[in-house]
């Protein structure tokens, strides 16, 4: 029998996605000050790039079973606690659940963890990961012929591994149009910015030049990442996709944004204060 | 059992049973790292072609493409040269296939020293010390090509990840045709008569035949000897293995593969830690070294990992009185 798709069961506007973005923001900082752990500044730059997949772009059910459901991988694991409280907010994890972040044998480890998790693909945390299982998934659909799409959420640090390099030359070689890689483009990683580090630029250039077709957004602008993704499904053949997302790292409070510091830094006192209070 | 004088390649046997499985509706999908023809997986890839998937040389992708696939509803294999397969793509089996409990089966083709004059980059001594680290792993070696297919088709039974050390090239038939692997047992191989026996071979793979010369030629000379295969390396039933031994006066352990990590180490832990004492002779490469390259016949001769080989350094042993006194007196 065919299986309608499933759409997505939230389906918010730009408006609904803000807010919401701010929600997941706020329990950011809570879960994180609460339990003393978490990459913030990570954790932050990603939440509305993840807020606008599970509650616009992502279509799949609830029970997360279904065979034509989108698949999402969180290559960029340390963001697992912006992961965790988007999940939260779409009542895919149990919200008791944030207290637990990285507690002994929590299901809320500081990587996430499939066997605790249904929402988790594969187990990240090591980088240049995400974007090889991405490309597997994305074939296997093609080989099955079904519908659902693949999306990757990868740092731009983790750009400096190898492997997504060898991803990104068999996702062109494959045709693979039903995979769309997302690049969280904060230009921070943990010891300083990417350019001094191992510089990443020409980056549209790079992605280009293995064949995909790369959009580019403002990754903490719904209405633009909503512009970037509805374009590509209208119109992705062939090619396998980039969108990079142009961040800021701690996005939505002042004293965390752009400042490597924070990278994973636990917000304390006052500064939890200030954090929320910025995010009212 | 005497063993069949018909040789067959193991290759063969994966690629046949492969192809059973697939035509008995298994969604089997292969991924190759520019090693189609190492895999000489003909008979699967002429009748499934889309299911023969090359990634061009990038190992890591191999894997990190075998789970997504996994994750998409086939039961995957992955299919090339064992030591690049484990050296390069470490972390890709560690979290993408065995933390992940990927339903990924790697074949290790050309384990050991197989690509002889190759020398080290293409030598692999310690797949199974390195995999052994590994939670969620299944860890075989099949010892002859009838082996090899029964554990390709036991493999294709459960939802998870495996590592079969493959090998290439004709190898002689230890199995009958209705042969069954048996999982987590010690695989009886030869007994030189039905009393105790004093020495007692383990051997791990195709290096079988040598073990099999060495247990024959002891027993020529008068002492009785048995013979098990290990093709089961985890999961391992300790009793199973350790009521094998019982009242025996020697263990000899064969592997082409280090003596650090492998077969030898895993049963004298496991004789250790039952507290028996029984003195362990372990055949291998030693521990710290890269082996010298040369034709695969030269290496084991050099190394002591041939049959004749093997009884002469015992009966050195024996008569510089190494072993223990059980042994000696």
């Known amino acids: 029998m065919q299986y309608p798709i499933p759409p997505n069961p939230f389906q918010y506007t730009a408006d609904q996605l803000a807010a919401a973005a701010k929600r997941v923001r706020r329990n950011i900082i809570l879960m994180n000050s609460t339990t003393g752990a978490g990459h913030t500044g990570a954790d932050l730059s990603e939440a509305d790039i993840l807020v ?62 499939k066997q605790k998790i249904k929402a988790v693909e594969i187990n990240t945390g090591a980088l240049g990961h ?25 740092g731009d640090g983790e750009l400096q591994e190898g492997s997504n390099w060898e991803a990104a ?15 969280d483009r904060n230009k921070l990683q943990l010891a300083d910015r990417t350019e001094h580090i191992m510089g990443l630029e020409p980056l549209q250039a790079k992605f280009e030049a293995f064949g995909f077709r790369v959009y580019t ?62 995010l009212e | 059992m005497e063993v069949s004088v018909e040789t067959y390649d193991l290759r063969e046997a994966v690629d046949q049973a492969l192809l059973e499985c697939a035509e008995a509706g298994k969604a089997v999908a292969v991924v190759v790292a520019d090693s189609t023809s190492t895999a000489a997986l003909k008979g699967f890839s002429e009748r499934f072609p889309e299911r023969l998937i090359n990634v061009g040389i990038a190992e890591q992708n191999m894997v990190g493409i075998a789970a997504g696939l996994s994750l998409g509803g086939f039961t995957v294999f992955t299919a090339n040269a064992a030591p690049f397969l484990l050296s390069r793509s470490y972390e890709q089996v560690k979290n993408d296939l065995c933390y992940s409990h990927s339903n990924v089966k790697m074949l290790g ?25 590994l939670g969620n792993l299944q860890i075989f070696a099949p010892s002859d090509a009838r082996e090899a297919a029964e554990l390709v088709r036991y493999v294709c039974s459960f939802d998870g990840p495996a590592y079969i050390r493959m090998d290439k090239g004709p190898y002689p038939l230890f199995h009958s045709p209705d042969y069954r692997f048996k999982v987590g047992k010690p695989d009886p191989i030869y007994r030189s008569a039905p009393s105790t026996p004093e020495v007692v071979f383990f051997s791990l793979g195709t290096i079988l035949e040598e073990a099999y010369s060495a247990a024959r030629i002891l027993s020529e000379k008068g002492i009785i000897t048995a013979l098990y295969s290990l093709p089961s390396i ?27 990590g492998g077969l030898g180490a895993l049963i004298s832990g496991l004789i250790h830690e039952a507290g028996m004492s029984i003195p362990v002779f372990k055949v291998g490469f030693p521990e710290g070294i890269f082996v010298k390259a040369g034709p695969r016949a030269e290496i084991r001769d050099f190394y002591g990992l041939t049959g004749p080989r093997i009884v002469e350094v015992l009966e050195e042993r024996w008569k510089e009185g190494e072993m223990n006194d059980r042994w000696n007196r």
């Open chain 1, 130 to 154: 995400g974007f090889p299982v991405a490309v597997g998934l994305a074939l296997a659909a093609k080989m099955n012929r079904r519908p659902g799409r693949i999306f990757v959420l990868l």
């Open chain 1, 52 to 113: 606008t997949l599970y509650f616009s772009v992502l279509r799949y059910d609830r029970a997360l079973d279904h065979p034509f459901r989108d698949r999402f991988i969180l290559s960029k694991g340390h963001g697992a606690g912006g992961f965790y409280c988007t999940l939260s907010e779409a009542a895919l994890i149990p919200k008791e659940l944030l207290s637990t972040y990285q507690a002994f044998d929590s299901s809320l480890q500081g990587h996430p963890v």
């Open chain 1, 169 to 183: 030359m068999s996702a062109s070689r494959f045709g693979l149009d039903n995979l769309m890689v997302v690049v």
């Open chain 1, 217 to 278: 957004a403002d990754g903490n602008d719904i209405t633009s990442l909503l512009q970037c993704l509805d374009t590509w499904e209208a119109t992705r053949k062939d090619q396998p996709s980039v969108l990079l997302a142009s961040t800021v790292k701690g996005k939505g409070v002042s004293f965390m944004e752009d400042n490597p510091a924070w990278h994973h830094r636990i917000p304390k006192g006052v500064e939890v204060e200030q954090a929320l209070k910025e």
């Open chain 2, 109 to 133: 083709l050309n384990a050991g020293v197989a690509y002889g004059p190759l020398g080290s980059t293409h030598h692999i001594l310690d797949d199974i010390s390195m995999l052994r680290g």
């Open chain 2, 234 to 260: 985890r999961p391992l039933q300790h009793a199973d293995l350790l009521e094998k031994i019982a009242g025996t006066r020697l263990i000899v352990t064969v592997e082409e593969h280090s003596v650090h």
